[in-house]
């Protein structure tokens, strides 16, 4: 199985001047959290950080001797271009491939090692948690507009697993059609092809914000207490 890490956060949402997957957290940039999961996944063999060249040496500096190949992907202008990109480093033999967003750092061993079984079985999927919320669909005006049935809402998350070839169709695609996807299910929403989702549990969190930092650190300082 090969991973691609999307790495081209930027800090604004944190009000930070630099990428926030290399703040701090417990210690260590985020970053290195979602690395050394990766690193101890069984069934992922080879990683590839997307990411900009101004991040490269900062994020490369947390790897210590990795126990798996570590390749550097100059990344695009958007996510999407960033995928494709990533998926333009991957090595010829590359058949399946997860993608996950950097920032999703409390993301364990085994969620990649359930993903990539199922992705390597044959079906595209998603990580993902059920919505516990109830959510309104509201207009511009800021009136509600109706309420869609919880039962069926998933709040999508990464990994997400796909063929390469597939994947690969879907982007070019995408490319001819301008369309613009904010994730590569959504892609393949579009094209009428099934992808499934696997239930990642409730702490698959994206730092974004601050608050999300104090999060994580205590998932963490629990995770070692255990």
Known sequence: MHLLIAAAGSGRRMGADRNKLLLPLAGRPV??????????????????????????????????????????????????????CGLAGLPEQARHVLIHDGARCLAEPELFDRCAAVVEAGTALI?????????????????????????????????????VDQLRRGHAEAVAQGWTVTDDASLYERLGWPVQVLDAGPANIKVTTPFDLTVAEAVLALRSAG
Not at 33 to 53: D, H, M, N
Request: charged share 25%; glycine share 8%; net charge negative.
């Open 31 to 84: 970053i290195a959290w979602t690395l050394e999961a990766a690193l101890r996944s069984e069934r992922i063999e080879w990683i590839g950080i997307v990411g900009q060249e101004f991040d490269r040496e900062d994020i490369l500096a947390v790897l210590d001797a990795p126990s798996k190949p570590v390749h550097w992907i100059q990344g695009g202008s958007t996510r999407q271009e960033s995928v494709l």
């Open 127 to 163: 990580a993902a948690t059920p919505v516990s919320d109830t959510i309104k669909r509201v207009g511009s005006d800021g009136v509600i507009r109706d309420t869609p049935d919880r039962s069926e809402l998933w709040a999508a998350q990464t990994p997400q697993g796909f063929a």
